[in-house]
């Protein structure tokens, strides 16, 4: 009749790794989960800051870069120093990473 013919499998792909967040994305998110944590709203913590409610909106989705006086005035209207912030960015951004394996 016929021989059989073992067709090569090609090798697997591995996915390919899910992007790194932003670092403006993780601001945001702490932002507006500090913000939301407190029971405020984003034009009162805007008109506290300075900034326009369409800016802080943005700032909080990960849509615009704010420079670090935003970033202070924002997080002051929070109750947050600057350094609270960038550690608990810093901090998500970690935990989204994945473990991290230390050596003694």
Do not use: N
């Not at 913000?35 to 709203?41: F, K, L, S, V």
């Not at 009162?44 to 420079?67: C, W």
Request: hydrophobic share 40%; with cysteine; glycine share 10%.
């Amino acid at each position: 009749m016929g021989d059989v013919v073992a067709f090569p499998v090609p090798p697997q792909r591995s996915p390919a790794p899910e992007p790194e967040p932003l670092w403006r994305e993780a601001v945001g998110h702490e932002l507006r989960e500090e913000r939301r944590t407190a029971g405020r709203t984003l034009a009162d913590v805007a008109g506290e800051a300075g900034v326009s409610t369409q800016y802080l909106s943005e700032v909080e989705r990960g849509r615009k870069e704010p420079s670090s006086e935003v970033l202070g005035a924002v997080a002051g209207a929070l109750g947050l120093r600057l350094v609270d912030l960038t550690s608990r960015v810093s901090r998500r951004l970690t935990r989204i990473s994945g473990p991290v394996c230390l050596a003694a």
